[in-house]
C-alpha cells in the first residue's frame, strides 16, 4: 500500500506561482514513478507531469511545459509540482499519484495510487 497526501494548494491571482507537495508513505520504495494530474469542474481528468522515483527522469504534458516543474526528494519521500506564471485556466483539484511498475505514465489509468487532492484556485 501506498498513501500519498497533497498539499501547498489555495487561492493565488493570475501570474502567481505556487508549489505543491505529494508526501508519499508505505512501499515508497517500490514506487516507480510518481505523476501529477488535475480536473476541472466538468472536466475529465489531465495529466500534468511525471517523475521516475529512482532516475529522476521528467515528463510533461504540452500544456503545462515551461511552467510548471515536477521534482522529488527522495530522502523525504516528496514529489513537487512548482507552478509559475498561473492562469485562471489553470483552477482545478490537483492530484498526485504512483505507479508501482514500469509502463506507461501518461493516462489516469496507468497509476495505482492516488492522493485525496488539493485545490488551486486562479483568480484573473
Known amino acids: 500500500q501506498v498513501q500519498l497526501v497533497e498539499s501547498g494548494g489555495g487561492l493565488v491571482q493570475a501570474g502567481g506561482s505556487l508549489r505543491l507537495s505529494c508526501a508519499a508513505s508505505g512501499r515508497t520504495f517500490s514506487s516507480y514513478i510518481m505523476g501529477w494530474f488535475r480536473q476541472a469542474p466538468g472536466k475529465e481528468r489531465e495529466f500534468l507531469a511525471a517523475?521516475?522515483?529512482?532516475?529522476?527522469?521528467?515528463y510533461y504534458a504540452d500544456s503545462v511545459k515551461g511552467r510548471f516543474t515536477i521534482s522529488r526528494d527522495n530522502a523525504k519521500n516528496t514529489v513537487y509540482l512548482q507552478m509559475n506564471s498561473l492562469k485562471p485556466e489553470d483552477t482545478a483539484t490537483y492530484y498526485c499519484?504512483?505507479?508501482?511498475?514500469?509502463?506507461?505514465?501518461?493516462?489516469?489509468?496507468?497509476?495505482?495510487?492516488w492522493g485525496q487532492g488539493t485545490q488551486v484556485t486562479v483568480s484573473s
Open positions: 499519484a504512483a505507479r508501482l511498475t514500469y509502463g506507461s505514465r501518461w493516462y489516469e489509468s496507468d497509476y495505482d495510487y
Open positions: 517523475v521516475r522515483w529512482n532516475i529522476g527522469s521528467t
